[in-house]
């Protein structure tokens, strides 16, 4: 059974890879509002730097959050690091899809 300090570390984990995420995403949709509405003053270099930051912070997150579960039970072993993986991956996709369906909805 878990300790009440691994339930803590655990659910703080789970909440700064959620934030993380959540501007994993929030950078997509601003490079695809640039690309589309194509800011000359406003693209600078620096938001694809941030995506890759967001990305690796993302990863070594979900690598401790595995870490902490490993210690629970040894079947869940590098479900949250697969699980960035495929978010990250796709996160770009999606936001994009997203700008776009909101630029629809909204004219």
């Known amino acids: 059974m878990a ?17 993380l ?24 270099d620096v938001l694809p730097d941030v995506a890759k930051l967001l990305f690796f912070a993302l990863m070594f997150v979900a690598f401790l959050i595995d870490i902490v579960e490993m210690r629970e039970d040894k079947d869940k072993a590098y479900r949250f690091l697969f699980l960035s993986l495929i978010l990250g991956g796709f996160s770009a996709t999606i936001s994009a899809m997203q700008y776009h369906a909101l630029a629809w909805v909204l004219g």
């Open 21 to 44: 995420l959540l501007g994993f995403y929030g950078v997509g949709f601003l490079q695809e509002k640039m690309l589309v509405e194509q800011a000359e003053a406003l693209k600078a």
């Open 3 to 19: 300790s009440y300090k691994t339930e803590q570390t655990r659910e703080l984990l789970l909440k700064v890879w959620t934030v």
